[in-house]
């Protein structure tokens, strides 16, 4: 079934049983299933980490944990990790440093929490910073629980770089006397390493452009490199800590990344929602599953209807591609001199012409876990129900950042 025909569907289920408010957002949860099962597929047996920044919504993380493939989260802040932490999860890794002293004090003082929570860090200054915000509350007998990040960023030549700027920690050597900086210092303990391909795993390759091509050609040249330095850090910081976990990857790289014998699990959770960047993947296309509904409150001119809200734009470097997806009706557009407005959005074209006002337009967030920033809940469906509704972070009244 095409999008727009199940969206069809779903409009018909909403309206039959009176869910009428716009905006609105619909988890369907047939689709997130059918993702769930494909990405554990594309794994291959390695365990996936699920990446909270993704879902922001307590019951699907609960759901995506209950499958077999998946093993703990990767949360995005501490002040997260303790919240999940509160509410059951015991396997947390925070993907970022922190810096948040009040977080790490009540940290030291939950003793549950310190046994799920590991953080990540990636320089010296980082371990001062823990020791000086948690001094004399710190237990040897019970220390934090550390990972280290490694940059797999692609640097082919003198000045060129492909990937995110995350840690400073680049070449084995770094890596081996980072973990002995850690082993220094009592009440620390350096329990895992974390490797991120972003350049892989979030960059976009389908285009039939040069662009695209270079991608696809950049892809290539730095998997190789990618694996090489992941193993030989590995190694080198296992002369100093014995490593639990040694975490890679993300939707886009799974295949590649769970290949690696060095990595035993993998980071992924955009992959379960299918977001509109993800049409711009040539590998892969998960199945979209959540769609965001604005109520259409003016036609202005002819081949214009104006939908109240929209402007959910994604974060990252500025372009078309950080706009929503525009599904249903098929053949809409952005007014060029508008696009879409935090308060209005006009669409164009000869679809708006069968658009009235009260009628829904309905589309799709260019990532993933940023439209529960948004909305309190998310309206649950599977097949032509409604099942449920499930709360967001922000509508459990969480804000992290």
Excluded: C
């Excluded at 759901?63 to 303790?82: D, M, S």
């Excluded at 910073?129 to 003198?158: H, K, M, N, Q, Y």
């Excluded at 979209?288 to 109520?295: E, K, N």
């Amino acid at each position: 079934m095409s999008e727009s025909a199940r969206l069809a569907a779903v409009e018909r289920t909403l309206a039959r049983e009176g869910w009428v408010e716009r905006p609105m957002a619909v988890l369907d949860l047939d689709a997130f299933d059918a993702n769930l099962s494909e990405l554990a597929g594309r794994a291959g047996g390695t365990p996936i980490r699920v990446a909270s920044k993704s879902l922001r919504v307590r019951a699907l993380l609960e759901r995506a944990l209950a499958h077999p493939g998946y093993r703990g989260v990767l949360a995005y802040t501490l002040p997260e990790a303790l919240w999940l932490s509160g509410h059951g999860f015991d396997d947390l890794v925070v993907a970022y440093p922190t810096a948040e002293r009040g977080a790490l004090r009540r940290l030291m003082l939950d003793p549950p929490a310190l046994e799920a929570i590991t953080l990540m860090v990636d320089e010296v200054a980082q371990l001062d910073l823990l020791l000086e915000a948690t001094a004399g509350l710190r237990d040897v007998a019970r220390p934090i629980r550390l990972a280290l990040e490694l940059d797999v960023s692609f640097a082919p030549l003198p000045g060129v770089r492909f990937g995110a700027h995350r840690s400073p920690v680049r070449h084995p050597e770094q890596a081996r006397e980072l973990a002995r900086e850690i082993a220094r210092r009592p009440g620390l303990e350096l329990v895992g390493l974390m490797a991120y391909e972003g350049h892989i795993a979030g960059v976009t390759d389908a285009a039939r452009t040069p662009y695209g091509a270079a991608v696809r050609a950049m892809k290539a040249l730095s998997r190789p490199d990618i694996a090489a330095r992941r193993e030989e850090a590995v190694a080198a910081v296992r002369e100093v800590a014995d490593l639990e976990f040694v975490n890679g990857g993300g939707t886009g790289s799974i295949e590649s990344t769970g290949a690696e014998a060095a990595v035993t699990e993998i980071a992924a959770g955009s992959g379960l929602i299918g977001p509109g960047l993800f049409d711009r993947y040539r590998d892969f296309r998960p199945r979209p599953a959540l769609h965001l509904g604005f109520s259409v409150v003016r036609r202005p001119a002819r081949e214009v209807a104006t939908v109240l809200g929209g402007g959910w734009i994604a974060s990252g470097v500025p372009g078309e591609d950080r706009l929503p997806t525009l599904t249903r009706p098929p053949g809409l557009s952005y007014a060029p001199q508008e696009a879409a407005g935090e308060v209005q959005t006009p669409v164009v074209g000869p679809a708006a012409d069968d658009l009235r006002v009260g009628d829904t337009v309905w589309m799709r967030h260019a990532k993933a876990g940023e439209p529960a920033e948004h909305l309190p809940s998310y309206v649950l469906v599977t097949g032509d129900e409604v099942v449920d509704s499930a709360l967001t972070y922000r509508g459990e009244g969480a804000l992290f950042l």
